[in-house]
């Protein structure tokens, strides 16, 4: 079965300073690994995927992954953090199978601070 | 304008009342999902459906039906039996099995 960790309910960080979101995850084979943001009461939005290549995956809003096969991590980082940021982090796994679902995390509050 | 819309925003339920909740999507994609949203819980995945008329339980799907009649359209339905239905329901979509999916902006149901 595959699973992904979370081990941060919450992140805080000030405006400005780099901000890692951690990210492990257990799945047969090669993952698929997804970043997703969601604010308050609405649905989430799509921030990144890894599938295969470079282990450093940039998407929306300035975000960043780094996949890391040998500590099976998948984390999300951002240079500077902005007030904006403040959301609740999902990362999701699912294997390189055509028809696995997703598994979510559990999700990790960012809180950044003016 | 292409999405995924869900409705109502907010829905109220009686005991013993089976209530549906509604999800279009225009982005002519195969794949739509239905997931439950707790608080600390993160995700859990109601049902899925692949290509219309088919569907498939998650892992959470007792009390919950679904249809496929329609590629755009998957609606769910909380019935009687799910005895704890208080949550946010996300709906999504993906091209097909397993690609990125893209999600509705929720609705949140209630148990009067």
């Known amino acids: 079965a595959q699973s992904v960790a979370q081990p941060e309910d919450q992140v805080n960080v000030a405006e400005g300073n780099p901000l890692t979101v951690k990210c492990t995850y257990s799945v047969s084979g090669n993952p698929y690994l997804f970043w997703y943001v969601q604010y308050p009461n609405r649905g989430l939005q799509f921030l990144l995927k890894y599938i295969t290549g470079d282990n450093l995956v940039k998407g929306s809003y300035g975000f960043e992954a780094e996949f890391n096969k040998s500590q099976t991590s998948f984390h999300l980082k951002k240079p500077s953090a902005l007030v904006s940021d403040s959301a609740l982090y999902f990362c999701?796994?699912?294997?390189?199978?055509?028809?696995?679902?997703?598994?979510f995390g559990k999700g990790t509050m960012l809180l950044v601070s003016p | 304008d292409g999405g995924i819309t869900q409705s109502p925003k907010y829905l109220f339920r009686k005991e013993g009342q089976n209530v549906t909740l509604s999800c279009e999507q225009n982005l002519n994609h195969d794949a739509m999902y239905w997931y439950r949203q707790d608080p600390g819980q993160g995700l859990r995945l109601i049902y899925y459906?692949?290509?219309?008329?088919?569907?498939q339980k998650g892992d959470i799907a007792e009390g919950y039906s679904v249809s496929r009649e329609k590629k755009e359209s998957f609606p769910l339905t909380v019935t009687s039996a799910q005895k704890n239905p208080t949550a946010f329901y996300l709906c999504a979509s993906s091209r097909g099995m397993g690609e990125t999916q893209y999600f509705g902006p929720g609705t949140r149901l209630l148990v009067l």
């Open positions: 459906s692949q290509i219309v008329n088919d569907f």
């Open positions: 999701a796994v699912r294997d390189n199978s055509g028809y696995s679902t997703l598994t």
